[in-house]
């Protein structure tokens, strides 16, 4: 079955669904995620920053791939792994990713349907879809997929991505007790070309008229990760139930939770893979490993590791009782113990390990609407790999009311090394580190002014015993400390219907033969707003442009799956213009965007890795359309 049937399928199925369950036009309240259920969050249903489709562009840093969207990304900023406990190492695809943390649960009055799909140049295609239903007050539910299919511009840098997540909870009709369910599962399956033989942009008579010309240094890699996941909590609520009145004559009992009880299980399988069917043994050096320990035919790494995690933890709310009200008090806590069993496979080579810990977090409560909020937390390690990790960190904010918001956040934390920065197991190559502990302790502070659409954030980093992968692509720990500042500045401007939005961002190190950033980052839109066709359609028309100062690139290695650190390129002074054009009408919205219009006029190109220049010139259009809204 082909690809479009496919999508064609998916596509009249959630049709389907919202035409069965939703008899009239209803309204999406909000979103939220599961650790933090009181904290609302509006669904976008604008039309800025519409044309960033391809999961490299966010609110502020932006990502850089290998010259096609589905490939492998880095951060061009500091990019801190602050997931607890055990860490694989192999984040370059995580932006494609679902996770569990990260599922939002949707708060809706009717059912919500979404799709949404784009196409550019060269058969880039990504297509997705949600739905959310909450049904009379004792079950929610909603999956969410994406879809990537792009063959990329250059031989053999291919990517098809998929990913799938739902989630449901089951309320009693007292609403005391709850099951929580959650699922995701990803796919990517990425062709790796090691990058091109040839550097056209420094060396224009190598150029070609057709990118597809270009030689490449791997001509039959492939990386593939698959990650599956099930989470199941049950939760009892302790409280006190009052009389709720809705109306004169109508009034209903209202359960108040005070404390929970929660237990969590679940299973994670992830597997990361790199196969070449046709490798060339100077392009791997010393990483190169036959498949069978003799025969050249081809060379492989895998790693494959299954984690079960056992939680018990819980919860309090702030909450006072009176005859007849319930008020909240600007306080909740969580303390909470797991222990997560874990199989490592890598090349063969078999690991287990136990880790176990206890964590706790007192934090303000947003019910109690209070001008000011606060979190404080802590978690230790006692067994496993991460024996000894810890962290403990706090925050406070305040409302100013019409002179903004600001915060304050510190912490400080040590955490052991990634599983590839500490074990590597191969044929050719082996390393067991035994690397010190690393450390980070960070200060920043946050201002908003929500009224005047305005931003500003500053940090310092204090990284101690940083692990990074050097020229030769093995880890290499720094034995001085690394110092990392970075501020930006977030400042949207708009007269009518002219706009103007604006990111500023600057950062720098000590360390820069260990990480390699650029120092600035700027980000700005120029368009027009407003409404047309008697206020039936809102349309919007301008241009992005962004830019970072000249740094040198990392290179990428795709047989481990990391980025290293590089001396043969550097990425110039580049800038990237891109046109688009967008509409909304009713619930629909829809774009038309033209991709780095300025190729050719400052510089030929420019290169997001080494030996991987980016797409170039290209078209792209899609749609987010929300039915019966």
Known sequence: MSKAIQHTILLVVFILLNFTLQAQPGETEYYYFKNQPHTFHAIDTGLQNLEEYNFMSGPSWDYF???????????????????????????????????????????????????????????????????????????????????????????NIRSRNGNFAMYGQFFSKNSRYSLGAEMTFSKVKAEENGGLQADFINTPSLRETNKEFYEVNIEDGLTEHQNFSVQFTNTYRLGFSLIDSISDSVSIRKFHSRFTLNHMTGTSKNTFQFVDQNPVDSIYGTFFQPTNGISSDSTYYRMYYHEIPNRIFMEYTGLKQSTDSAEYINLTAQAGIQHDNIEIWQNRAEFT????????HIQSNPLAKKAWS????????????????????????????????????ASIEQQEASWIENNYASTSLNWENHFKKKTRTTLAFDYQLAKQKLSFHAEYNSLGNFVYFDEFSTPQQLNSTLSYWQAFLRKDLNF???????????????????????????????????????????????????????????????????????????????????VFLSFKVKTLRFFMKANYVNEGFIAKNYFTALGYPDRGRTLAGGLVWRFLE
Do not use: C
């Open 65 to 155: 791939n290998l010259g096609n969207t589905g490939q492998a990304h880095q951060y061009t900023a500091l990019q801190w792994d602050d997931k607890r406990g055990f860490k694989s190492g192999m984040n370059a695809f995580d932006q494609y990713k679902y996770e569990i943390d990260k599922i939002r649960y949707y708060k809706v009055e009717k059912p919500l349907s979404e799709i949404n799909y784009f196409i550019g140049s060269k058969r880039e295609n990504i297509f997705g879809a949600k739905f959310a239903h909450n049904v009379k007050n004792r079950f929610n539910y909603g999956l969410n997929f994406h879809r990537v299919l792009s063959n990329g511009v250059y031989n």
């Open 353 to 360: 390990t136990n880790n176990l810990h206890a964590y706790g």
């Open 374 to 409: 606060y979190h404080l937390g802590a978690f230790y390690y006692f067994t496993g790999y991460n024996q000894n990790d810890w962290q403990v960190k706090g925050l406070f904010a305040y409302n100013l009311n019409r002179l903004g918001e600001v915060q304050i956040h």
């Open 496 to 578: 009518k219907i002219l706009h103007f939005d604006n990111f500023l961002g600057v950062q720098g190190n000590n360390q820069q033969q260990a990480l390699r950033l650029p120092r600035v980052f700027v980000k700005s839109s120029l368009y027009i707003e407003g409404f047309i066709f008697k206020g039936k359609m809102l349309g919007s028309f301008g241009m992005d442009l962004r830019y970072n100062s000249r740094f040198a690139i990392n290179a990428w290695n795709p047989l481990i799956g990391q980025y290293h650190i590089q001396n043969e390129q550097t990425m110039k002074f580049t800038p990237v213009l891109d």
